[in-house]
């Protein structure tokens, strides 16, 4: 029971984000994403895909989702969108080495022990394949009572060392600024890894 009151209040919660933070998802952030995942192929997974406000919805031929949430996971597939339930402490609904890039964009802050998840992510990615990792910036990250874990740039480099950092700039300015990181909601840290 509590989790299906936890999973009701995160998807009202996502389910209010505003036009500008669809406008910004849409036209901004969920493309470069997702030329960052294509560098790696064409089976993208978006892991916590949620509403399908991001990767998912912006690009639904192309980006698969996996999602914990069982109510943000019906509400997808209503919209005609690919999206799989993903249980906790059990393995993604993928074969292992099936995708070229996997996307988590903005949800390794909400994990207290992330790493379940990269073992996943580095189980189901091919050899030679990808990992892109948005994390929010400092008044982004305080804006949410669910996120748990705070990423900096020196965070991100030492992630995991099965995945080769490939690259790390901010989102929407490209150029890293602790400024902004604390005065712009949307900033956010965005890694590249490549598979070792």
């Known amino acids: 029971m509590e989790d299906s009151s936890k999973f009701k209040d995160y998807f009202a919660h996502l389910s209010e984000i505003s036009w500008k933070g669809r406008l910004y998802k849409n036209f901004v952030s969920s493309p470069v994403l997702f030329i960052c995942a294509r560098k790696y192929g064409r089976r993208i997974v978006e892991i916590g895909s949620g509403t399908g406000s991001g990767l998912l919805g912006r690009f639904p031929k192309q980006v698969r989702g996996l999602e914990i949430n069982p109510i943000s996971v ?14 906790e402490n059990e393995a993604f609904p993928i074969a292992t080495g099936s995708v070229d890039c996997c996307v988590l964009d903005n949800v390794l802050e909400h994990i207290i022990h992330p790493r379940e998840t990269l073992d996943e992510c580095y189980r189901i990615t091919q050899q030679g394949g990808g990992l892109i ?53 949307q900033y956010c840290l965005v890694a590249t890894y490549k598979k070792a």
């Open 74 to 87: 019906n509400y997808c597939r209503s919209i005609g969108l690919s999206a799989e339930l993903i249980q």
């Open 133 to 185: 990792v948005a994390v929010p910036g400092i008044r982004g990250f305080e804006c949410d009572r669910d996120h748990k874990i705070f990423y900096d740039a020196e965070a991100l480099k030492s992630l995991d060392e099965r995945w080769i950092l490939q690259s790390i700039f901010s989102l929407p300015f490209l150029f890293q600024s602790i400024k902004l990181s604390r005065s712009v909601k």
